[in-house]
């Protein structure tokens, strides 16, 4: 049995109002902090599990604790493969800390495969040095490398992305969350891309991990797939 500690789960920026009331619900609990053991068959990314791990950020958020056991799975799985790699790479880590690596994981579990993965990417930056990127990636197969010079490297790196993609691609949202304390803290970025041809539409990308940057590009990688997804699945018009 594996069990996620589920204190100081981060928010997330678009819920539907059912989870808005079910926030204002809990949130306006009077009395003390309760513990709540929340029991699921698996953590493989199912409709159960995914639930789950929303009713806990929901708890943790009215300042309660919740605690996930189930059988291990592909997410706890995943969970584990990263908190190795960052203990193998001088990370401490901590429930918020673990709770973020596993809402992070829960966020992208139902995604299916994508149709844009990261090959390599380098930022360069400095003192009287214009901060650039080079991004390489592969979409639908097809790999292509673009670079882009922008106002800093983070910029300068979902510039490069955007641009690998489609020119049309806009940067609507762009946010940046301590998720741990401490020099080595934990940081967890959200973006939001958004493309108006042939039809507006946006979505949303979120990352959990130690480096700003590379943070940063796992996010709007995720926001570019599930954008091209969506896009993907719009009605297209006779003859079009």
Not at 105 to 125: I, K, N, P, Q
Not at 193 to 201: A, E, I, R
Not at 211 to 238: G, H, Y
Request: charged fraction near 20%; glycine fraction near 10%.
């Amino acid at each position: 049995m594996s069990s996620l500690p589920a204190a100081g789960m981060p928010a997330v920026d678009q819920r539907p109002a059912a989870r808005t009331a079910a926030d204002s619900a809990l949130g306006a609990r009077a009395g003390p902090p309760i513990t709540v053991l929340i029991v699921v068959p698996s953590l493989d990314g199912g409709a159960a599990d995914a639930g789950a791990v929303e009713l806990a950020r929901v708890l943790c958020a009215a300042g309660n604790r919740a605690i996930v056991a189930s059988r291990a799975g592909r997410r706890v799985a995943d969970v584990t493969a990263r908190v190795k790699r960052l203990a193998g790479e001088g990370q401490q880590g901590d429930d918020a800390g673990l709770v973020a690596l596993a809402y992070d994981a829960e966020g992208r579990s139902g995604d299916g495969a994508w149709s844009v993965s990261l090959e390599e990417f380098t930022a360069v930056t400095g003192f009287h040095f214009t901060p650039m990127a080079t991004i390489s990636l592969l979409v639908n197969g097809e790999k292509r490398r673009t670079s882009a010079t922008r106002v800093g490297p983070i910029d300068a790196a979902l510039k490069a992305i955007r641009t690998a993609v489609s020119q049309s691609i806009r940067l609507d949202e762009f946010r940046l969350d301590a998720v741990t304390g401490g020099a080595d803290s934990l940081c967890q970025v959200t973006v939001r891309l958004s493309d108006p041809v042939p039809v507006p539409v946006s979505a949303l990308g979120r990352a959990v991990g130690p480096d700003i940057v590379t943070t940063s590009v796992d996010a709007a990688i995720e926001a570019l797939n599930r954008l091209l997804r969506a896009q993907a699945q719009m009605p297209r018009k006779p003859g079009a």
